[in-house]
C-alpha cells in the first residue's frame, strides 16, 4: 500500500508545535530520523510543502535534506535539483518591503519575516491594537500589488507571496515528477493558508487532513502535533498507512 502513496507534511503547526517566534520552534529529537525510515518505506515520496523558504526547513531539519515546496510552492527542491524562490525575480515585492518594516516599526511585538520571494508579518505576540494596525498594514501593501501578488493569511499572520504559489499548485506539480508520480496524495497541514491544498487534494482523489481544531474541508483530522508525530513514528516503524481509518474531521 505504501508504494502507491505520496505523503506531503507541512511544517509549522503540523511536524512542530507553533512558537511565539518563527525561529523559537522546537524540533523533536525523533523526528528527523523518523522522516528518514518513512521517506525510505515510501521509496522517496515523501516531502515538506510549507511557507517557509528551503533553507530554513533544512537547518530545522540538519542534517538531512529532504524533498521541499517552499514559499507555498514558490520555490521547490526535488532530488536536489532547486527551481524558482529567487527574490530578484520580485522587483515589485523588493521594493515595498523597506516601506512595510517602516510602517510596522513602532509596532510592539510585530514581527517581519523577509522569505526573499514573499514576506510575512507577524502579530501572534501584540496587544490587539498592534495587531490590528499590523494587519491593515499588510492588507494595504498587498492591495497595492494586486494582480501579481496575493495575501495569505493564516494564524496571527500576513503574508504577501505571488499570485501562483499555492501549496495544492505544489502538491500537484510534484506528483507530475518521480518518486510521486502515479501515486495518491496524502497531506497533514494545521492552517486556513492550508485549506485551498486540502480542496486541490480532495479533488484529485487524494487524503487530507486537518492538524487541530477548526472548520475544514479536510475529511480527516488529528488533534495536535504531538499526534501528528505519534502517526508518522508509528508508519516509520511499519505500522499499515492505512489513511482511510484515520478519525474524522
Request: glycine share 10%; no cysteine; net charge negative.
Amino acid at each position: 500500500m505504501t508504494a502507491d502513496l505520496a505523503l506531503f507534511l507541512d511544517f509549522d503547526g503540523t511536524l512542530v508545535e507553533i512558537a511565539p517566534r518563527p525561529d523559537a520552534v522546537r524540533v523533536d529529537p525523533g523526528l528527523v530520523p523518523a522522516l528518514e525510515r518513512l521517506r525510505e518505506r515510501l521509496g522517496g515520496a515523501l516531502a515538506i510543502v510549507t511557507g517557509r523558504p528551503i533553507g530554513v526547513i533544512d537547518n530545522f531539519l540538519a542534517p538531512t535534506r529532504f524533498d521541499v515546496a517552499g514559499l507555498h510552492g514558490v520555490e521547490r527542491r526535488v532530488n536536489d535539483a532547486v527551481t524558482g524562490g529567487r527574490p530578484e525575480d520580485h522587483p515589485d515585492l523588493r521594493a515595498r518591503v523597506p516601506r512595510l518594516q517602516a510602517l510596522v516599526a513602532d509596532l510592539d511585538a510585530v514581527l517581519i519575516e523577509d522569505k526573499g520571494a514573499s514576506v510575512a508579518v507577524h502579530w501572534r505576540l501584540a496587544n490587539p491594537e498592534d495587531a490590528r494596525r499590523a494587519e491593515a498594514v499588510v492588507k494595504a501593501i498587498a492591495a497595492e500589488l494586486d494582480g501579481p501578488y496575493r495575501l495569505q493569511l493564516g494564524k496571527a499572520v500576513g503574508e504577501i507571496v505571488p499570485a501562483s504559489a499555492t501549496k495544492g499548485h505544489a502538491i500537484r506539480a510534484l506528483l507530475e515528477a518521480p518518486p510521486y508520480a502515479g501515486r495518491r496524495a496524502v497531506f497533514l497541514g494545521d492552517d486556513r493558508t492550508d485549506e485551498l491544498a486540502f480542496a486541490s487534494v480532495n479533488a484529485d482523489g487524494g487524503v487530507s487532513v486537518r492538524v487541530g481544531p477548526g472548520e475544514t474541508v479536510a475529511p480527516k483530522r488529528l488533534a495536535d502535533p504531538e499526534a501528528v508525530r505519534a502517526l508518522l513514528y508509528a508508519w516509520a516503524d511499519g505500522a499499515p498507512m492505512d489513511v482511510s481509518g484515520l478519525p474524522e474531521a
